[in-house]
């Protein structure tokens, strides 16, 4: 064992806190009741004078002097209160009286009081603490839900304490947490075997089977709340939705689930400890183990090896409790290489960790060290820490695998927020390569996706802008209609209290949801007017048009939840002005979605939604949806008062292709301002599609060591001078980059990866030199195989590293962008992108190719732009500019030899029969969708220069 795994497994199993040896005294009875000074009128008096002062903007500017009480104006108001009560006892006593006026004090006089506050923080820090621990210390596990949740508050009101009890408040909260869990666990328990009502536990509506998904959940004692299951961290409602399932499926398959966790003494102290380290990586690690069981019982495995994978399956990062791990995976930025190295020790740190408990009987822990060691290994071999390949990775590892990745990408990170699952897909989609296909098939099963199917012809349809909630379901119980406020619903796993009535008609009745200001709720009456929703519903989803609302029905109830978007300036978002920029995208998504779908639909303000935070336009009204006519639809946009009629027109257009039958259809008299922005722009060029040069010699070809020592006059292999360039992105591609300097000769470079990355290599090379060799080139190379792996000699090209100043032509800029969107390259940064003093820029690196093309501006990473160099650094790009061009190589891709020269050629470059067959799909569904990728790539790059203009 490492010597920081060592330290890690002190710290994760050794009973540590130090409130536990002090427990052992006997001390005087308190209840967690007692620990502040009771809610006295005269306190709530002055406190809530206080706080109002504190919102004011004088209590603001005086609040300035002493930042560190800033918390109390945004915790909760009890919280506050409970914070703020041990202090006042500190004040000097003309100060405590003044409190609840203290807006009537004079600015210096304000300035005091926040200044005598903050030094009573720090005195009565010691005393709070040791309350609290006291309190926690007495508390039973078995104590009602209320007294918990009340210490729980004042657990977290520690926290306004600073640096005199931070030290041991993660101890505290973590024994909050264990004692919360437990007692979660011992009333699902009580629930299960009937000995305690929902009610009694503060539990209303639950059902008891269900609550046995408690035993599943972090800390808090009612499931329906979002934070206990670390959802806040992920922003799409959708994968809460379905992680909620999961966990509620698993629990009713089997209430035994806790007995479980009890039969693996040492679980539940564990995860207290991960919890109190950093509840972020606690989340991250249950809602893992959550979906690696769900993708195990998906994969028709037996319901004991799921229950157990959700368990060992969470420890899977305990690695990254490394202090040193950790600072390096908080840190915001790149890694160094040395820093990257330390992060992707953390499989082995863990695993180190866990190696003591593993060698303890019980299959969790043996699982749990096996999932630790082996979560990033990749199935194309690629992974780390032992390069594992295929089956030889043991299976629960690589469900995990597949469960860690999509739940990271869900992830909100500090540079990008958590992306869509159709988003998350589409990246998993591109390195496919690195999961099982069974794992990978299960994951789209337990999201309800099918895999996509195969496409004959070229279409414009947008077929990756599927976001939408379109579930139909079964609502587990349900108010009669026309219900009242405080009636309780069940949809989909959330349970819903109606709050204020929002509007009554003739078939529905529709309510706020308490408590939940993103959320109303319609009862309908008329069960026409709920189908005639469905259908409507049925239509937003084959379209693939934005929505929010879920529908179901129960035995007694159709029911409507409709996510609610707080915008009530809506009207004036439409009106005044004109649609800003980023809005007018957004629109012509919309707009492209209705005109490329056939459908149209009631677009005035009332049943629009503008969500700030996806910056897209939702539809409300699915009834209104009708077969229409781009006649129909377009005008509403275009009568927007000062919207820009050619810019809109041409993000439309550049959504849907100049040649889709959709944009054909659109009415000649609307499309004037178009036509004249048309005219006014340079010719775009039409390109030639004419092959390159090619050395005989090295013509990308695969040979034997024997013909390529001979085709060289030398053997490059036993070259002793050889120099490491680098080895490229260690744990992801394993590739490894020589430089060979041989007497006499050129130098060239040895590039070694597995076989498949050579492969995709020399398929594009040969493919970027045969279609686009007029514009760029591509080191010439011969590939050698040795096994599983192979090496690739190429020339050795040298040139800046950077396109940015140099500036390629605009036929030359065009180009790139058609290659690289057509045959799914990914990373054309500026190191692998050279430019010549001397002729054509070169592209040096084609690994990560023949993907799935996914629009630019989904990754919200300004980094990305750097590998958008066919946009970057334009003055103004325009689809506009790429459309001959696509049209050309459209017509020519589609030409039956055209199809029989790229499949000649990917099987020449080694590609088996299956993947020849799957990467040409691949090419044809990403040309048909060109105008659409390069379109997004245009407003990506103009909203950077936007943001960079600011
Ligand atoms: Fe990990
Ligand atoms: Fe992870």
Redesign the pocket.
């Given at each position: 064992m490492k010597a920081s795994a060592l330290a890690l497994a002190v710290l994760l199993f050794a009973p540590c806190a130090p409130w536990a040896q002090q427990a052992a005294a006997p001390r005087p009875a308190a209840s967690s009741a007692s620990l502040f000074p009771p809610a006295q009128p005269a306190w709530a008096q002055a406190f809530s004078g206080f706080r109002l002062w504190l919102d004011s903007p004088s209590g603001n500017s005086a609040l300035s002097a002493a930042p560190s009480l800033m918390p109390l104006k945004t915790m909760p108001r009890e919280q506050a209160a409970a914070a703020l009560a041990p202090l006042v006892e500190h004040l000097p006593a003309e100060l405590s009286q003044k409190m609840s006026g203290a807006a009537a004090l004079s600015p210096e006089e304000q300035k005091t009081l926040v200044l005598s506050l903050n030094a009573a923080r720090e005195k009565a820090a010691p005393a709070v603490e040791a309350r609290v621990a006291q309190a926690l210390h007495e508390t039973e596990a078995a104590a009602d839900p209320a007294v918990l949740a009340g210490l729980a508050s004042q657990v977290r009101a520690l926290s306004f304490y600073g640096p005199a009890v931070q030290k041991n408040y993660e101890q505290l909260s973590g024994r909050m947490h264990e004692l919360t869990l437990k007692n979660a666990k011992a009333n699902a328990r009580a629930l299960l075997e009937g000995l305690r009502k929902p009610e009694e536990l503060g539990l209303p509506g639950a059902k008891a089977p269900r609550v046995g998904a408690t035993g599943l959940l972090p800390p808090s004692l009612t499931p329906s709340d979002s934070r206990a299951w670390g959802l806040e961290n992920v922003p799409d409602s959708r994968y809460s939705e379905d992680l909620k399932r999961a966990a509620e499926a698993l629990a009713a398959r089997s209430p035994l689930e806790l007995r479980r966790a009890q039969k693996t003494p040492g679980l539940d102290g564990l995860f207290s400890r991960i919890w109190g380290f950093d509840p972020k990586l606690y989340y991250?690690m249950v809602r893992?183990g959550l979906m690696a069981a769900d993708l195990a019982l998906a994969m028709g495995m037996p319901k004991a090896y799921a229950q157990d994978l959700a368990w060992a399956a969470r420890l899977?990062?305990v690695g990254k409790m490394d202090t040193a791990v950790h600072e390096v995976i908080s840190k915001p930025g790149r890694l160094t290489p040395e820093e990257r190295a330390l992060m992707e020790s953390h499989p082995e740190i863990g695993a180190g960790a866990l190696a003591e408990q593993s060698r303890k009987p019980g299959r969790v822990w043996r699982m749990a060290g096996v999932v630790a060691r082996s979560h990033h290994e990749a199935f194309d071999g690629s992974g780390y820490p032992d390069k594992l390949r295929g089956k030889d990775i043991p299976l629960e590892a690589r469900i995990t695998t597949v469960a860690?990745v999509f739940d990271?990408l869900m992830e909100n990170r500090p540079y990008r927020p958590g992306l869509r699952i159709e988003d998350a897909l589409a990246v998993m989609e591109k390195e496919r390569g690195r999961y099982d296909p069974k794992v990978y098939a299960a994951l789209l099963k337990v999201l309800g996706r099918r895999p996509a199917p195969p496409k004959a012809e070229f279409s414009a349809a947008p077929s990756l802008w599927s976001r939408f909630l379109a579930w139909v379901r079964r609502a587990d119980l349900s108010p009669p209609y026309p219900g009242q406020p405080g009636d309780q619903l069940r949809v989909a796993g959330r349970t819903y209290t109606l709050g204020r009535k929002l509007y009554e008609d003739s078939v529905s009745t529709a309510y706020q949801a308490e408590g939940n200001r993103d959320a109303a709720v319609r009862l309908f009456k008329d069960p026409a007017a709920f189908e005639s929703e469905r259908a409507g519903l049925q239509d937003l989803a084959k379209a693939g048009l934005p929505h929010n609302r879920l529908l179901a029905a129960s035995a007694e109830q159709p029911v409507l939840v409709q996510e609610t978007v707080d915008d009530p300036a809506l009207d004036k978002v439409l009106a005044s002005g004109g649609p800003a920029e980023h809005q007018l995208e957004a629109l012509a998504d919309l707009a492209a979605l209705l005109l490329g779908s056939g459908l149209k639909a009631d677009l005035s303000p009332a049943k629009l939604q503008w969500h700030r935070w996806r910056s897209e336009w939702r539809l409300l009204e699915g009834r209104s949806l009708r077969p229409g006519k781009a006649g129909e639809v377009l005008p509403f946009f275009l009568g927007l008062p000062g919207a820009d009629h050619a810019a809109f027109l041409s993000a439309v257009r550049g959504r849907l292709g100049p040649d889709s039958a959709a944009w054909r259809s659109v009415p000649k008299n609307l499309l004037a301002p178009l036509e004249r922005a048309d005219a006014a722009r340079a010719p775009a060029p039409v390109l030639k599609f004419k092959p390159g040069r090619l050395d005989p010699a090295l013509d990308d070809s695969w040979v034997s060591a024997a013909e390529l020592k001979k085709r060289l006059g030398y053997d490059p292999f036993t070259q002793k001078e050889k120099r490491l360039l680098h080895t490229d992105d260690p744990g992801k591609l394993n590739t490894r980059i020589l430089e060979v300097r041989a007497q006499g000769h050129a130098p060239g470079v040895l590039k070694s990866a597995s076989s498949e990355i050579i492969q995709n290599e020399v398929f594009l090379r040969k493919a970027a030199r045969r279609w686009f060799g007029r514009y760029f080139d591509t080191p010439r190379a011969l590939a050698v195989s040795e096994g599983g792996e192979a090496t690739m000699f190429m020339e050795r090209v040298n040139g800046e590293r950077s396109y940015t100043g140099k500036g390629m032509s605009v036929a030359q800029r065009v180009a790139l962008g058609l290659l690289v969107h057509t045959f799914g390259v990914g990373d054309v940064n500026p190191g692998n992108l050279l430019y010549p003093a001397r002729g054509l820029p070169s592209l040096i690196d084609f690994e990560q190719a023949l993907g799935r093309h996914t629009p630019a501006h989904r990754i919200a990473h300004e980094g990305i732009l750097e590998e958008l160099p066919w946009v970057n650094g334009w003055d103004a790009p325009a689809t506009e500019d790429f459309y001959p061009a696509i049209r050309a190589w459209r017509e020519l891709l589609a030409k039956p030899e055209t199809q029989a020269d790229l499949a000649r050629m990917m099987a020449d470059s080694g590609l088996s029969a299956e993947r020849a067959r799957r990467a040409l799909q691949t090419v044809n569904e990403n040309a048909a969708r060109l105008e659409w990728l390069v379109q997004s790539d245009v407003e990506f790059a103009r909203q950077f220069i936007r943001r960079q203009a600011r």
């Open positions: 991250h893992v899977h990062d860690d990271a």
